[in-house]
Each structure stands twice: as structure tokens, then as C-alpha cells.
């Protein structure tokens, strides 16, 4: 079992501000995927990160996987209040079976 | 249609009830996951069905059954639980992807989950 960790745990930012939320082991995954979970709802795929070095953005929100493949953060410029949720890294295994991390709940006020 | 279904959104059961948790997907997945989340944790992983088979268990107590009749529908059969068993039961169902470097992923599409109370 890969131990994940996720920091911070808690985020309480204005709206427009920068945040960036982290997602590390001591274990190399062999590809990573970040879910954002609002109230009341199930999470929801941001994107999967496969190759180390890899950046990929989606709109305001720009993912990195580490060289070693060991680590990945969430950047997100401008934040919005519809940026607010629980955001989950989880390195994915056989049959998709994912292991999420402890995640980071972002709040964002207007 | 990406659209995971759960059903019901909540429930009370005593803990000499008999219940269970429907899921159901039209997306042509051929994965489908049982999770059980707390408050203010994260997801924790009970079921993997593949193909309609049973291909994960987590250790998850004989008092949760799953079953996968078709394809599309997931059932969490719930018998004799402890009121610590209490919490939000989301259902996921997946297809395999082909990434730009030939990659293959899982992604994963969530229901809404069904909120379960255990007195």
C-alpha cells in the first residue's frame, strides 16, 4: 500500500487568490488522477497524470507530476467560489481501483 | 449520457434490517466500485466488479453483500450493520482510456451516493 499524503489539509482563501494544493509518496506511481468532491456529491475527475515532468492545465487549474513520479500539485490561479470542494489525488492501480489521499478542502469567499 | 444513478439518496435502518443500495449505469462500462466514505475523509475503497465478476474485496465485512446482476446495475446488499457503518455509499463505474502517448487509464464517474444511518 502506497502512503499518500495531501497538504495542506485545510484552505480557507479570498476569491481571485492563487492556491496550491500537494499530493506526495515515498512510492513511484505509475499514473496519478485528481478529483474535486463538492457537498452532497460524488467526486468528479480533473485529470489523470501519466509521464514524469508532465504539466497539464485546465482552465485555471494547472497539474504537475513530479520527475520522479513520487509527487503532483494543483495549482489554481484566480480562485472562485465555484472552486471550493474536497480535492483528492489518488494514484490509480489494476482494474482502476484507486487510493485516495486524506484530500485538501478549499474554500474560496467571495 | 454520463450519468451514475444511486438509489436510495438516504436511508435509516435499524440494525436487525435487511436493505440495499442500487446503482445503475448506460455508459457501456464494464467496471464498476462500491466505496464508503465518512465524514471528512475520503473515499474508501469496498468492491471492484469487472466484467460483471467480483475482482476486488477490501476485507469488507460479510455484512455488506454486493452484486452485479447485468452490466449496468451494482446492488450493495446491507444485513445486520453496526452504527458505525454509517455513511455516504457512492457507487463509480469506469471505463479504460487511451491516453496521446498510448497510455491506458481508468477514469471514473461517481454517483451522488446514498447517505445511510445506522440506529
Known amino acids: 500500500t502506497q502512503l499518500l499524503e495531501q497538504s495542506p489539509q485545510f484552505l480557507s482563501i479570498q476569491e481571485g487568490e492563487n492556491l496550491t494544493v500537494y499530493c506526495n509518496s515515498s512510492s513511484v506511481f505509475s499514473s496519478l488522477q485528481w478529483y474535486r468532491q463538492e457537498p452532497g456529491e460524488g467526486p468528479v475527475l480533473l485529470v489523470t497524470v501519466v509521464t514524469g515532468g508532465e504539466v497539464k492545465k485546465l482552465k485555471r487549474l494547472t497539474f504537475q507530476f513530479g520527475d520522479a513520479r513520487k509527487d503532483s500539485s494543483l495549482h489554481i490561479t484566480a480562485a472562485q467560489p465555484g472552486d471550493t470542494g474536497l480535492y483528492l489525488c489518488a494514484p490509480l492501480g489494476s482494474w482502476g481501483k484507486l487510493q485516495f489521499g486524506a484530500g485538501t478542502q478549499v474554500v474560496v469567499t467571495p | 449520457d454520463t450519468e451514475v444513478t444511486q438509489t436510495p439518496k438516504h436511508l435509516v435502518m435499524g440494525m436487525t434490517n435487511k436493505k440495499s443500495l442500487k446503482c445503475e449505469q448506460h455508459m457501456g462500462h464494464r467496471a464498476m466500485y462500491w466505496y464508503k466514505q465518512k465524514a471528512k475523509k475520503p473515499p474508501e475503497l469496498m468492491f471492484v466488479y469487472s466484467y460483471e465478476k467480483l475482482s476486488i474485496n477490501e476485507s469488507v465485512p460479510s455484512r455488506f453483500s454486493p452484486e452485479c446482476p447485468n452490466s449496468s446495475l451494482l446492488n450493495l446488499h446491507l444485513h445486520a450493520l453496526q452504527p458505525e457503518d454509517s455513511a455516504l455509499y457512492l457507487c463509480?463505474?469506469?471505463?479504460?482510456?487511451?491516453?496521446?502517448?498510448?497510455?491506458?487509464?481508468?477514469?471514473?464517474?461517481f454517483g451522488p451516493g446514498t447517505r445511510l444511518t445506522v440506529t
Open positions: 463509480a463505474s469506469s471505463q479504460q482510456v487511451t491516453g496521446g502517448l498510448g497510455e491506458r487509464t481508468y477514469e471514473q464517474y
